[in-house]
């Protein structure tokens, strides 16, 4: 399949593409195309040469892409891997987008099987983006312009926000004499069960029993030992209530008697 899509692309934008920006999602886009017998060039610096290319992939900060695109010359298609960003920095290029949802942390980053954003401001635009997921190992979804906000809103709160949450247990469990290798294995298997039954069915702890008297102990152990994220304890039991008061189907599963 990879061969075919490959051959797909070239069809329709030509064999290269260069890849410009040098962070790590271009690295690791520019490492991924490598992979496939395509002419890659990159990661390129905003400066350097893409006359030539079929396609020119902008993996630069969305704050850049506007002034990155109208540096190039006409006659490539030109994307970016913005997941929050219209098609409208792009102009007056025939666009694209190509937004892997996933989280990048380094050059040698996988991208098969990972769901991949696309949109095109043309129909060959947007063939050529689905095509590219695909050539990548990607699973091409379209988006509108008028869901990108919320749609990248989504992808933040699921993975930025993890992060800080899990930062606060950890910071928490460091009190107690405790790292973060022990809660691993609670947190795999709690995001194994939400994509498998939804938040509300996967919802544990004392809250969700209530509990009353357990959750003011756990205030109480905040309020001495990090009283700076007391407020974000108390924002979190607020939500968890409101999500332990909510219907189960609201997930899309069905509550059991």
Do not use: C, K
């Amino acid at each position: 399949m990879p061969h075919l899509e490959v051959d797909s692309l070239r069809e329709l934008a030509g064999d290269a593409i260069a890849v410009v920006g040098a962070g790590r999602v271009g690295r690791a886009m520019t490492a991924a195309l490598l992979a496939t017998d395509l002419e890659v060039r990159g990661p390129l610096g905003r400066a350097d040469d893409t006359s030539g290319a079929g396609i020119v992939l902008l993996a630069v900060p969305d704050g850049e892409i506007a002034d990155a695109a109208a540096a190039l010359a006409p006659g490539a298609l030109v994307g970016h891997v913005s997941g929050a960003t219209t098609l409208e920095p792009l102009a007056p290029h025939e666009a694209f987008g190509l937004h892997p949802l996933t989280a990048v942390t380094e050059a040698t980053t996988s991208f098969a099987g990972v769901p991949a954003a696309v949109a095109g401001g043309t129909p060959r635009a947007l063939e050529v983006s689905e095509t590219l997921a695909r050539v990548l190992g990607m699973v091409p979804f379209r988006i509108a312009d008028r869901d990108r906000a919320a749609y990248h809103a989504a992808a933040s709160v699921a993975s930025n926000f993890l992060m800080t949450l899990e930062a606060f247990a950890e910071e928490l469990a460091a009190t107690a004499g405790l790292d973060r290798a022990a809660l691993g294995p609670l947190v795999r298997v709690t995001v194994e069960n939400w994509q498998a039954q939804g938040a509300r069915r996967a919802l544990t702890g004392p809250i969700v029993r209530g509990d009353d008297i357990t959750v003011a102990r756990q205030r109480a152990a905040v309020a001495e030992r990090l009283p700076a994220r007391l407020a974000l304890f108390d924002a979190l039991a607020a939500a968890t209530r409101e999500l332990a008061a909510s219907d189960p189907a609201v997930d899309g599963i069905e509550g059991t008697a």
